[in-house]
């Protein structure tokens, strides 16, 4: 009797063991499942937007415009935006995208047209983006130089005249007594706000070589227009 007693003992216990091992098998594989759920729920969250970009300068060049900005933190590329209006629409299409670098060059400005520009910072991962807000607006006039140059040689004197470009304020003249690939040296005269120029510090007799330049409004000068020369010559003596 004792030995059969002991025996049903025995499997008492195997059995009540195995009834609590699945009961927390169960459990387990439950609280997996719920475990899931939750981390599905907290994915998924996206990107940071970084900050929007900084110090935005825009200066005119001839037939362009060159942007520069401070680098955003966490930013991988750019997109510039620009308007013709006082005010950048950045819920439109951007002029430009994917910049990676603080400097753009427009050189779809058209000279004499008043651009207004804006530039936002862009994080990227696998696919996903997300765009800062607008930087402060910058604005440009390009410009281009002048065209038509002509002279006319007097006493003394050269008397000069071009067209003017789009977007110019005033103008420099250069001489020299040499032929000169660009604008050279220091200018004859500047600030000459009309198209053309009487330079009457010319001597008789020498051969000058002019260009002209364009200068907007903020002053910054244009490439030089084509080269001409022209040589002043004194009146011949009355006859006798």
Request: glycine fraction near 14%; hydrophobic fraction near 30%.
């Amino acid at each position: 009797m004792s030995l059969l007693l002991t025996t049903a003992l025995l499997g008492l216990a195997l059995a009540v063991a195995g009834c609590s091992a699945t009961g927390t098998n169960e459990e387990n594989a439950g609280g997996d499942d719920g475990g899931g759920g939750d981390d599905g729920g907290g994915g998924g969250t996206g990107l940071s937007a970084p900050a929007a970009p900084s110090g935005l300068e825009a200066t005119p060049q001839e037939g362009a415009a060159q942007l520069s900005w401070e680098a955003s933190e966490g930013a991988d590329t750019y997109r510039v935006y620009r308007s013709t209006s006082s005010e950048v629409d950045t819920s439109s299409s951007p002029l430009d995208t994917g910049i990676d670098q603080s400097s753009y060059t427009d050189g779809t400005a058209e000279s004499g047209t008043e651009y207004v520009y804006a530039v936002s910072a862009v994080a990227s991962d696998g696919g996903e983006s997300a765009e800062s807000g607008a930087s402060g607006e910058a604005e440009a006039i390009p410009f281009a130089a002048p065209s038509g140059l002509a002279g006319t040689s007097r006493d003394s004197e050269v008397a000069l005249s071009w067209e003017g470009a789009a977007g110019a304020d005033t103008h420099n003249v250069y001489r020299d007594t040499s032929s000169t690939s660009g604008a050279e040296g220091e200018p004859l005269a500047t600030g000459i706000a009309e198209t053309s120029y009487a330079d009457t510090t010319a001597q008789n007799g020498t051969k000058y070589y002019y260009r002209v330049t364009s200068v907007n409004p903020n002053g910054a000068e244009s490439d030089a227009s084509s080269e001409i020369a022209k040589t002043p010559f004194s009146d011949p003596p009355d006859r006798p």
